[in-house]
Nanobody
């Protein structure tokens, strides 16, 4: 089974930065993830896409984070990272790592990011 483990969340002041990391591990067979990404969910809101990256390094960003966040991945290690700069209070939420194969989608347990004003 596939397990995604996130790290790097925390409390930061507005204008600061954080780096989130996610490692995908699987027992048994080797997994080939097409797309990996990050979603977030703020209190009282739906989960939304923050950024995603394909195996070929094609990236997608939410308009609200363009120019501030950068997503990257290491295909050999099955890791995905999110560098978050110039953080704003509205970036606050639980950030979830996501990894998708051709047939299944997997989620991490989430890591809290809090940006104080």
């Amino acid at each position: 089974q596939v397990q995604l483990v996130e790290s790097g969340g925390g409390l930061v002041q507005a204008g600061g930065f954080l780096r989130l990391s996610c490692v995908a591990s699987a027992s048994g067979s080797r997994f080939w993830f097409n797309t990996m990404g990050w979603y977030r969910q703020a209190p009282g809101k739906q989960r939304e896409l923050v950024a995603s990256i394909t195996r070929g390094a094609i990236t997608t960003y939410a308009d609200s984070v363009k120019g501030r966040f950068t997503i990257s991945r290491d295909n050999a290690k099955n890791t995905v990272s999110l560098q978050m700069n110039s953080l704003k209070p509205e970036d606050t939420g639980v950030y979830y790592c996501n990894a998708a194969t051709w047939t299944d989608t997997y989620w991490g347990q989430g890591t809290q990011v809090t940006v104080s004003s």
